[in-house]
């Protein structure tokens, strides 16, 4: 109820100008209250992130167990996240001001936002487990999180995308999944593992975080060109 009531003031009034006593006079709760469950403006925003994760994930789960396609995984990840988040199109306009902030709390790259972000990147890894591709083993860690700044890029041209129904945000999705579906897939040949050994090193050492993968088997192989690294 509290972050209902949240997500529709900051639409209605703006993220700066509702106030943690406004959403508890709405909710019916008192401020102490209020106070319990979300400790200021910028937990309310983290629930949200949380939420809309959640949702993703469960939303997403039909596409995962049925598609087997790089492609059409990445695809159906990037439109089923704009189903789940098409409610709150206008609510993200009104916040994305200080998201966008490098040293605030609710930027998607903020400590504060770890745990969104990592089950984010959770959910690309699994979409690459899935998949029958091969890739470049140097890049296994990598890909997922590559995955999740290509989902970022997503997120801020469809906040701003004023298109019918975000038209051009899911026409950019159509286009672009099976272009990246491609790179990965080009990893695998050793034509090219130099240039990728370069940009895993580059990769890591600035990509903003390095989740911990979850234990599994053997990276992917070189495929199907015999060419080992």
Known sequence: ???????????????????????????G?????????????????????????????????????????????????LLTWLDVAEPY?????????????PESPLSPFSAESRGAREAAIALHRRTLAGADIAYAPELAEQLPQLLWMQQMGMVLYWVYDRSPGCARTRALVERGAPLVARGVAVSRFRVVRPLVREISAVLGEFLVSSPRPAKRGRPPDAGNDGAPA
């Open 89 to 101: 199109h206008e609510f993200a306009t009104q916040f994305f001001k200080n998201a966008a902030d």
């Open 1 to 27: 109820m509290i972050l209902e009531t949240a997500l529709r003031l900051f639409q209605d009034r703006g993220y700066d100008k509702t106030t943690m006593r406004a959403i508890a006079q709405e909710a």
């Open 29 to 77: 709760v008192s401020v102490g209250n209020a106070y319990y469950y979300f400790g200021s403006k910028e937990h309310l925003v983290q629930g949200f992130y949380d939420r809309i994760g959640e949702q993703h994930a469960e939303a997403v789960q039909d596409v995962l167990d049925r598609e087997k396609d790089l492609a059409r995984r990445i695809r159906g990840v």
